[in-house]
């Protein structure tokens, strides 16, 4: 029970989130209350993650004031993690044991890299995601860089590997550091779900520049100093990043809510749990049934309008609106030293251009949304 006054609850303030904590105010004009809970006061813009760890951008250009937008908008902002959901009792389980009960949830708390092929106590080792675990990479690689040549490992390669590898070398070399050895290990093919220009031209600008690339091999095990593959082989590194894909988290399988094969929460067109109606999710965290959905931001982002809309008619009592994923998306990764390879349809640009042009997208993107927690 919440009591005569409607509970709205955002697990999460990622980028699925950001139009609804932008408009706060209109749910508590509403007579709503609205809870915001996540581990940060701050989420990160994970388009400018590559960059923030090369040193193009400073942590403070990348993130959103989740705990001041959510202040200015009239909303309570609860720093903790969700573990849990009891839908039979509409409340949210934090890691601490705290129940917080709602009205309406949506949860948008993203995605994260497998650790299994870590070893327990391993040090150096850096998951691509969450993003803010990348200053405290940057922060390592620049103390490597002061005493020795690094050596870095990635394990996976998809597009995020490719971005870390070269904002590597642009922080390294830019630090005055001597030229570091970076090696990637795809596990199949490097950039394995993009097209073969694409996937050629991303290996060519990386490889020109002194970093390896393993095709076919797999990573196995990872530990402090080095990793080893299927074969057998071991190769040392100073510091690993963990690049092999991401998962949504195991919270709603482990709640029993029906989630889809990759065990994301199971939505219907109007992004709302297709078991629970007062539940609902956008972003990496969930499985979207109408057609699987990549994991990227884009996504997310697009799912704004129609997860503000939704959790205010669910609460007031209005018709629901259906999410249309749309077309093929813009991709445009930073490859370090103010290079980038954009991918759109058939259209292809690789370069400083294709750069300018996601820095110009993603610097508007975050001037739109720190708008609002300034006051
Ligand atoms: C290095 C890298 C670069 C990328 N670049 C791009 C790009 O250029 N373009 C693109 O489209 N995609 C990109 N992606 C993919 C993109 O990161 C994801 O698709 C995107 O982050 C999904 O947004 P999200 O809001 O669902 O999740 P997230 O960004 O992960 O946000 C989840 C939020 O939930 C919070 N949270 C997590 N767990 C809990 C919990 N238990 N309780 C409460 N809160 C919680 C987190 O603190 C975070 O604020 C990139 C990914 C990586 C790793």
């Known amino acids: ?40 006061e701050y989420h990160y813009y994970s388009g400018m993650g590559p960059g923030m ?14 705990r001041r937008t959510v202040a200015m908008g009239g909303g309570v902002f609860v720093k903790g993690k969700v573990a849990g959901v009891d839908p039979a ?10 129940r917080i009960p709602y009205d309406v949830v949506s949860f948008n708390v993203g995605s994260q890299v497998s650790q299994k092929i870590v070893q327990p106590g391993a ?26 040549r690094p050596v870095i490992g990635i394990a996976g390669g998809g597009p995020s590997a490719a971005e870390i590898a070269g904002n590597v070398r642009h922080l390294v070399r830019n630090s005055g550091g001597r030229e570091p050895r970076i090696y990637i290990v795809p596990g199949s093919r490097f950039l394995a779900r993009y097209p073969g220009r694409v996937r050629a031209r991303v290996q060519g600008a990386l490889t020109a520049r002194g970093m390896e690339i393993m095709e076919g091999r797999r990573v196995r095990e990872v ?42 929460l199971l939505v ?13 999710g956008g972003g990496d965290c969930i499985h979207f049934r109408e057609q699987p959905l990549d994991k990227v931001g884009v996504y997310a982002v697009r799912q704004n309008p129609v997860l503000f809309h939704n959790l205010l008619a669910r ?40 750069f300018r042009i996601k820095d110009f997208i993603d610097r508007r993107f975050m001037k739109r949304f720190q708008a609002f927690q300034r006051s």
């Open 223 to 264: 530990g402090s100093g080095g990793m080893v593959l299927d074969n057998g082989h071991r190769l040392s590194a100073d510091l690993i990043f963990l690049a092999q894909g991401v998962t949504p988290s195991s919270l709603f399988r482990k709640s029993g809510l029906a989630t889809g094969p990759d065990q994301g």
């Open 53 to 66: 760890l090369g040193g193009t951008y400073a942590p403070g250009q990348i993130r959103f004031d989740t």
């Open 89 to 98: 009792a509409k409340a949210v389980i934090l890691s601490s044991g705290e």
């Open 123 to 148: 040090r150096d080792v850096f998951p691509v995601k969450p993003i803010e675990g990348l200053m405290a990479a940057r922060d390592r690689i620049l103390a490597l860089a002061r005493d020795k």
């Open 268 to 280: 219907n067109p109007c992004l709302q749990s297709v078991d629970y109606p007062d539940i609902f």
């Open 1 to 40: 029970m919440t009591g005569s006054k409607k509970q709205l609850v955002l697990v999460g303030g990622g980028h699925a989130h950001l139009l609804t904590l932008a408009r706060i105010s209109r749910f508590v004009r509403h007579g709503i209350g609205v809870i915001v809970i996540g581990p940060s």
């Open 315 to 354: 609460l007031t009592g209005d018709a629901l609106i259906s999410f249309d994923p749309g077309g093929d998306y813009l991709s445009i990764l930073n490859l370090g030293s103010g290079r980038g390879m954009l991918k759109k349809g058939r259209l292809t640009l690789s370069g400083p251009l294709a």
